[in-house]
Nanobody
Framework: QVQLVESGGGLVQAGESLRLSCAAS????????MGWFRQAPGKEREFVAA???????SYVDSVKGRFTISRDNAKNTVYLQMNSLELEDTAVYYC???????????????????WGQGTQVTVSS
């Protein structure tokens, strides 16, 4: 089993920054894709960013140039640096892990086997 715990959310003003962390424990050996998703009230869970074991990354268009996903394999931790936050970024952010390092359907939440409990990010004007 794998446990994921997010931290770093909070209330910020538009234009400010936050860094989310996702610490993994349990069966952390092997190669796999890590992702960040978010869900705003009344909306479906949305892909935000993914990082593969070799360091390749992908982002949803709305956060490109503002968000950066990274991973520290020695610490079993994935980060999401969020700069120039906008009101539309307000959501609960979830960390997730696949059981493979595949690039197939990586934006689909159903492809991720493990999820954290989520951390709230609220951006105010």
């Amino acid at each position: 089993q794998v446990q994921l715990v997010e931290s770093g959310g909070g209330l910020v003003q538009a234009g400010e920054s936050l860094r989310l962390s996702c610490a993994a424990s349990g069966r952390t050996d092997g190669v796999y894709t890590m992702g960040w998703f978010r869900q705003a009230p009344g909306k479906e869970r949305e892909f935000v960013a993914a990082i593969w074991s070799g360091g390749r990354t992908s982002y949803v268009d709305s956060v490109k140039g503002r968000f950066t996903i990274s991973r520290d394999n020695a610490k079993n931790t994935v980060y999401l640096q969020m700069n120039s936050l906008e009101l539309e970024d307000t959501a609960v952010y979830y960390c997730a892990r696949r059981n493979s390092n595949s690039m197939w359907a990586y934006q689909d939440p159903a492809q991720y086997a493990y999820w954290g409990q989520g951390t709230q990010v609220t951006v105010s004007s």
